[in-house]
């Protein structure tokens, strides 16, 4: 019998390491048979203790390749020339794409065919194959990141008392075949490859900026970031009555916090491009990517109709009782606003689905003599760039405020980024970012 390598056959002299990727490489591509014991060149050497040969390559093909493609590699003893050798009859694999356990999955360790060579497959390969396996559901695909870690995720599932641990993974689609995770995982994870880009603009142009941050991480600090960002440019509007204060905020509260977790949540996350939060002095808007999905229009989600592109990623939230109910977002941030004059606005095009919220304030401003008064955290990033820097006791000075309360302020912006802290003790200061 005459050997000959090609697409479909792998000749090698002895057990090596190098057979793992070429199981690995016909499983993902068409299949293949190896022969252990044959020279490059055809001629047979055979094997001495086939028995044990076979025992080494079942042992490799189990342990070393994942997920399980067992079923899939036949190992056998053949006779060739009067000599014993060992077969590996390898089928293309149902569970693709195959990898090696040690590498991930990753182009380092997933191979295909490519000729009589067995060679790393590109990332675009990699995501089609899980596509071609998985399905089209974002959300429950495979991450082709794997190294991912979940401090925020178990941050904010502590503070609720939910336990979060591999069944909770598994149970919320974090985690899917062979325990690995999913798109939904990654974007929940620290290692998240999305972000949310915010600015606040010193007029119509939008070509000066009077402060912008860009938040990345989990959604869920993404969340928190974006959040305190917008509350801290949220302008307060201060009137009387008679002795009486009342302070208005120019966005409402409910309306941002529904436009931006609507944002998080609906957004087309199989689609490159970060959502955009730009603030006016009139308005804010909301931009997140991705339309209506086909046969929704404005007037259904207006309605309280709702279709959720996310399913999994909404079900976290709803969990984590970070969202109500289905549906109820648009309904909420237009009951915001009853009363105030200012009714929000909804554009939508194929790839955009946009909220703009308006300032309820900006007009009665412009009639009112009244003062507009900056939050505290407006004050407090005011004061450290005016002198360069800041100290809880200028904090304290600055509001009227106890240690405590200045502390939890100056701590708040530090962790929103919009300060940074130097030095320890009576030293720390905090700079402007």
Known sequence: MKFKESETVELKRMVVDDIKKTI??????????????????GDVLGVDKADEVLLKVNNMIRDSIKPDVTMFAQSAEEEADGKRIVSVTVSRGSDRPYYLAGKGLRPEGVFVRHGTASV?????????????????????????????????????????????????????????????????????????????????????????????REFSGSLFKQLDDAHAFIDMHNPIKATFNKLLRIDTRGFPEDAVREALLNALVHREYSMSGSILIKLFTDRIEFISVGGLLRGIEVADIMSGFSICRNQNLAAVFYRLHLI???????????????????????EV?????KVVLPNINSEKAAQSNA???????????????????????????????????????????TDSGVLIKKGNGKNTRYYTA
Do not use: W
């Open 24 to 41: 690995v490489a016909f499983a993902n591509s068409d299949g293949g048979k190896l022969y252990i014991g044959v020279e490059d060149s």
């Open 120 to 212: 790393p497959a590109t990332d675009t390969a990699i995501r089609r194959m899980i596509k071609e396996t998985d399905g089209d559901s974002f959300e429950e695909v495979r991450s082709i990141n794997q190294d991912l870690t979940f401090k925020a995720a178990s941050a904010v599932f502590k503070e609720r008392n939910i336990d979060f641990g591999a069944a909770q993974m598994m149970t919320l689609k974090l985690t899917g075949k062979e325990n690995m995770y999913t798109n939904l995982g990654l974007l929940l994870s620290d290692q998240c490859t999305h972000t949310v880009k915010t600015a606040v603009f010193q007029d119509e142009t939008m070509k000066v900026f009077k402060d912008r």
């Open 324 to 346: 109500e109910a289905y549906g109820t977002g648009m309904q909420k941030i237009t009951e915001a606003y009853v009363g105030s004059g200012k009714e929000p606005i909804i």
């Open 349 to 353: 095009t194929p790839n955009v689905f």
């Open 371 to 413: 003062p507009t008064v900056m939050t505290p955290e407006e004050q407090i990033r005011s004061l450290a760039v005016e002198n360069g820097s800041i100290d809880r006791k200028g904090v304290e000075s600055l509001l009227g405020l106890s240690q405590t309360p200045a502390g939890q302020l100056l701590k708040k912006l």
